[in-house]
């Protein structure tokens, strides 16, 4: 079991990583757009998941398994704001799936399974924010919510 939730924390090491380093490269691109609440947004969520990679590479340790620095994938960068918000919901979306396994799988570890629960929480948050963000763009208009990230 230990050896699933290692490969599991290691996986979100992996992946969280790479979406920190995306955030903030968007954090940037809106920055310079003129986006300010946006990028500081975005440069906040940037920030927090590095603190979540540090919290699973501290359990994998504790865990005694071995931390791996690995291969990341390309993912794209975004310079329309609203398309990078339907992208990055996608991933919300994609990951609390796959995240709802490995908590179920940490039920045992109750170190493991109240960090996974925490982050869980905060993806879910993460993910109804951009679907309420693409709500009031259909509802006041891009010009308009744009209007608001200045």
């Not at 979540?52 to 071995?66: Q, T, W």
């Not at 948050?125 to 608001?148: H, T, V």
Request: aromatic residues 8%; proline residues 1%.
């Amino acid at each position: 079991m230990n050896e699933k939730i290692i490969g599991g924390l290691q996986a979100i090491v992996t992946e969280l990583s790479q979406q920190a380093d995306g955030h903030l490269i968007q954090s940037r691109i809106f920055a310079a757009q003129g986006l300010n609440k946006l990028a500081e947004k975005y440069s906040e969520h940037a920030t927090e998941e590095r603190g979540y990679v540090v919290k699973c590479i501290d359990r994998i340790l504790d865990l005694g398994g071995e931390v791996k620095l690995e291969d990341k994938k390309s993912a794209p960068v975004y310079k329309d704001a609203v398309e990078f918000l339907r992208h990055d919901l996608w991933v919300s979306r994609e990951g609390l799936q796959w995240l709802a396994e490995i908590v179920k799988l940490a039920q045992c570890d109750l170190t493991t399974f109240g960090l996974l629960s925490e982050y869980y929480k905060d993806e879910e948050g993460d993910m109804y924010w951009a679907e309420q963000q693409l709500g009031l763009i259909e509802l006041i208009g891009k010009q308009n919510w744009l209007a608001q990230q200045i």
